[in-house]
């Protein structure tokens, strides 16, 4: 009898996350900073619309931990457990796409935390497994457009992927490096500290210098067709309209639902 139940729990489970994300609309510009550290992973952003989700990952053992930091490693549950394996059910359910009837993808922000070359070459071995539901790339380019776009920051492996015919993976650069135009050519994101470029400031209120740069980086990182983050600015809604009406293309948050709304 309490097979019966589990069985009938597991499938009105699996109906309601169906119906749930087949009434979603996607929000264009929301990055779920360090996801994972929400009490549901990728759930709690999926159920406001994210479409960029930040996943801390640690080569550990042979396995992508993924974790804030190296503490408790062994403890810690892998990319796949708490975001492939459960993304690959949820396109397969909306037929080919996140959301349904959208076909806006997701873009899974994997932060390396060990070495580029190591953790990349990892990647790659776990990210064939669902190469159905994955982007693939010709440097910066798209050759085939599916529901998960991979962008690799942190220790990224440029280098790797310059060497690379395709890849299922671009890189989110450091803003600084958007000079270095060797390096163009697999970026198809550049993302900063805030404290880098502009005051910390509660309210929002930025200087007429400040606006003017943040302007200038803005307009530079789309001359080179190129998008745009800022992680650790003031997280309100004051500081996202500034940013959403200078055009950044995506907006750092941890305060998911009052994003959304």
Same mark, same amino acid.
């Given at each position: 009898m309490k097979k019966i139940l589990l069985f009938f729990f597991l499938l009105l489970l699996t109906t309601y996350t169906h119906l749930l994300y087949?009434? %979603?609309?996607? @929000? #264009?510009?929301?990055?779920?900073? =360090?996801?994972?550290?929400?009490?549901?992973?990728?759930?709690?952003?999926?159920?406001?619309?994210?479409?960029? &989700? #930040?996943?801390?990952? $640690?080569?550990?053992? =042979?396995?992508?931990? *993924?974790?804030?930091?190296?503490?408790?490693?062994?403890?810690?549950?892998?990319?796949?457990? @708490?975001?492939?394996?459960? %993304?690959?059910? &949820?396109?397969?359910?909306?037929?080919? +796409? +996140?959301?349904?009837?959208?076909?806006?993808?997701?873009?899974?922000? &994997?932060?390396?935390?060990?070495?580029?070359?190591?953790?990349?070459?990892? @990647?790659? #071995? +776990?990210?064939?497994? $669902? #190469? =159905?539901? %994955?982007? *693939? $790339?010709?440097?910066?380019? +798209?050759?085939?457009?599916?529901? %998960? =776009? &991979?962008?690799i920051s942190g220790r990224n492996p440029i280098a790797d992927l310059l060497k690379e015919d395709t890849s299922m993976a671009t890189i989110d650069a450091p803003i600084s490096t958007m000079k270095k135009t060797e390096n163009q050519r697999v970026i198809t994101r550049y993302s900063s500290g805030w404290d880098n470029y502009f005051s910390r400031t509660a309210t929002g209120d930025m200087t007429a210098a400040e606006k003017k740069k943040l302007g200038n980086l803005v307009a530079q990182a789309h001359a080179l067709h190129k998008q745009i983050r800022f992680y650790g600015a003031p997280d309100g809604p004051k500081v996202w309209r500034v940013l959403l009406n200078a055009e950044v293309d995506w907006i750092n948050t941890d305060k998911l639902k009052e994003f959304q709304d």
């Open positions: 087949a009434q %979603i609309t996607p @929000l #264009e510009h929301g990055h779920a900073h =360090n996801d994972y550290l929400h009490k549901r992973p990728l759930f709690d952003a999926l159920d406001n619309g994210f479409t960029s &989700i #930040e996943i801390d990952v $640690y080569l550990y053992k =042979n396995e992508l931990k *993924v974790s804030h930091n190296q503490g408790g490693l062994e403890k810690k549950q892998t990319i796949e457990q @708490l975001y492939l394996d459960p %993304i690959k059910k &949820i396109i397969e359910q909306n037929g080919g +796409v +996140v959301y349904k009837g959208q076909s806006t993808p997701v873009i899974f922000m &994997i932060d390396f935390k060990t070495g580029g070359s190591a953790t990349y070459q990892k @990647l790659k #071995e +776990v990210l064939i497994h $669902y #190469e =159905n539901i %994955i982007t *693939v $790339y010709k440097n910066d380019s +798209v050759i085939h457009q599916r529901a %998960i =776009n &991979i962008l």
